[in-house]
């Protein structure tokens, strides 16, 4: 028996920094990414996606490390930007929607609210958190896809923007 697409059900504490994986909490369920707290005291662990979130949140943000079980993707995954120049905003961040970020050495970040320190950048390859980014050349994309590929090929949206 086969079973597509690749993932596994696992305790949240077992997955790697940067695993993509689903997490349901009372009214609904989420896309996330593993990441890593700022201290070792953090009990920061995870980066929602959507396309829901629990209580008033609006939009991915950070919180702490779910102690239950998760659906994990692994890294098994793919991020698709638009083409479209309508979906890009260069140099200068839009005022709503900016919530992912590339930088000129082609690292993929999410900027997010961080505590009373504004916000912050999520380094998605590596997970780690800073509050200042670490370039000073910025594209914005106005909508973005994470998408799974099956054993054929063909793909399926997890969660997006638009």
């Not at 596994?8 to 707290?37: M, N, P, R, W």
């Not at 997970?127 to 063909?154: C, H, L, Q, R």
Request: proline share 7%; aromatic share 12%.
């Amino acid at each position: 028996m086969k079973i597509a697409p690749n993932f596994e059900v696992t305790q949240f504490d077992k997955l790697a920094i940067g695993d993509l994986f689903i997490y349901d909490f009372e009214g609904g369920a989420s896309a996330g990414i593993k990441i890593v707290g700022p201290n070792q005291n953090s009990d920061l662990g995870a980066l929602l996606l959507g396309p829901n979130f629990p209580g008033t949140q609006v939009g991915p943000h950070l919180i702490a490390a779910p102690k239950k079980s998760v659906l994990s993707f692994g890294k098994d995954f793919t991020i698709q930007f638009p083409i479209a120049p309508a979906f890009w905003a260069i140099n200068e961040a839009p005022l709503d929607n900016a919530w992912m970020v590339l930088d000129d050495m082609k690292r993929v970040f999410f900027r997010v609210p961080y505590e009373d320190k504004g916000d912050c950048f999520v380094d998605l390859g590596t997970g780690n958190i800073s509050t200042v980014p670490s370039s000073d050349t910025f594209a914005y994309p106005k909508s973005w896809k994470f998408v799974i590929a099956m054993d054929s090929g063909e793909t399926h949206v997890l969660v997006q923007q638009n």
